[in-house]
């Protein structure tokens, strides 16, 4: 008999906790079992297996960062949106660095859920690009650029990689600075042909 007040939902936001505590690469079941006080078989009436357990703190992960980054951009635009979603993007990943981690992990083939959870992010970046008047192949272009620069800062600085003494936020709205330039000169670009 399952355990009262155990459900999926209990199961993934306890693993939700355990990344950010430990790390997404340390998540088991057993850890989670430990911290809902049940025994690990327990677990399996909720969730399949790790991977599963894994693919749905993902899906939960996702939606937040989606909804962090669409609160901070909505009613702005241009630059103003850039730093707003950057510094969304940047407070998720520092608050919540196990689920960040696992925003990064792609869907399996045929999984709606996540494939809808991460186009939910994917449709505030290109709001913010659009501002740009970038679309289409330049759009995906911008996107990645985005991701990548901001990704690499979130990840150098949670490594504790910025061991300099120069102020890391303002190391981080430089980014953003030159973040914005080049998409302002892709636009620019465009319009000149």
């Known amino acids: ?36 006080g049940v025994r690990l078989p327990s677990l399996y009436k909720h969730v399949v297996g790790l991977d599963a357990l894994r693919r749905d703190v993902t899906v939960v992960a996702l939606r937040e960062l989606g909804g962090a980054i669409g609160e901070a951009a909505v009613g702005r635009s241009g630059r103003v949106a850039l730093a707003a979603v950057a510094m969304a993007y940047r407070d998720y990943a520092t608050a919540h660095p196990g689920r960040y981690e696992a925003t990064l992990r792609a869907p399996a083939a045929g999984d709606d859920d996540h494939v809808a959870a991460g186009e939910a992010v994917l449709r505030v970046v290109l709001a913010v690009l659009s501002g740009y008047g970038l ?35 303002h190391s981080f709205a430089r980014l953003v600075d030159a ?15």
């Open 135 to 169: 679309d289409g192949a330049e759009a995906v272009d911008a996107t990645r650029v985005l991701r990548a620069g901001l990704h690499g800062f979130v990840s150098l600085e949670r490594a504790g990689g910025f061991g300099m003494p120069q102020d890391v936020d």
């Open 179 to 193: 973040l914005h330039e080049a998409l302002a000169e892709w636009a620019a670009a465009r319009l000149r042909g």
């Open 1 to 36: 008999m399952p355990r009262a007040g155990l459900s999926r939902e209990v199961v993934v936001r306890e693993a939700c906790d355990v990344v950010d505590e430990v790390g997404w690469p340390a998540l088991t079941l057993a850890a989670v079992a430990g911290r809902l």
